[in-house]
């Protein structure tokens, strides 16, 4: 009796830790892959953004994110990133991006800022999709915390988005979890509904 009185206490004091493991979404056992050579000079321009893994850094943007790239002579990118608050303001953010892997250049870090020249931070940015004419693209890094799908047009296709989505399920993403950002801008209005 005392025996099973132990396993019931025992099974009883595991079952909120097997209910958490439960909750908590599946990883992949294996880091995303990037794509075989980005061209760099193509991948350049603005970029839409279609849908994102939500992030504490874009909390504030309502809609119409774009993203803006440039070669530098130093052969770093500039990023600049654009989206409208949802007062209709535009909030804007420039970085740089250097190539970590020239075999592919799909591997990038990105720096946010510096401090007295020097870069507290360097974020991973890895282009895991690539439509082959650069209509699209995929953005993410190795612990899939964060994640982007791009467009040179403000909207894709359903094929288009249908073709995405297998990408990101064979990435370790769920494509679920990416949320649809708004494009273009529509002014908020102030009108009462009669």
Not at 128 to 133: H, I, K, Q, R, S
Request: some cysteine; glycine content about 6%.
């Amino acid at each position: 009796m005392r025996t099973v009185r132990i396993v019931a206490l025992a099974a009883l004091l595991a079952l909120p830790a097997a209910m958490a493991l439960a909750e908590r979404p599946a990883r992949a056992p294996y880091r995303p892959r990037v794509v075989e050579r980005v061209d760099l000079s193509r991948y350049c321009g603005t970029w839409h953004e279609i849908a994102h893994v939500p992030n504490r850094f874009q909390k504030d943007c309502g809609c119409c994110a774009t993203a803006t790239y440039a070669l530098r002579a130093d052969g770093k990118l500039s990023v600049t990133n654009r989206c409208r608050k949802a007062d209709g303001t535009l909030d804007e953010f420039t970085a740089e991006a250097e190539v970590v892997d020239t075999r592919s250049n799909a591997r990038l870090k990105l720096t946010p800022f510096k401090v007295l020249g020097l870069a507290p931070i360097k974020a991973d940015y890895w282009i895991l999709g690539l439509e082959p004419d650069y209509r699209w693209a995929v953005v993410g890094g190795p612990d899939r915390k964060y994640g982007w799908i791009l467009a040179r047009e403000p909207r894709l296709t359903p094929a288009q988005r249908a073709e995405i989505d297998i990408l990101l399920e064979r990435q370790g993403y769920d494509p679920a979890a990416f949320s649809a950002g708004e494009q273009p801008w529509k002014p908020a209005t102030t009108e009462v509904a009669p």
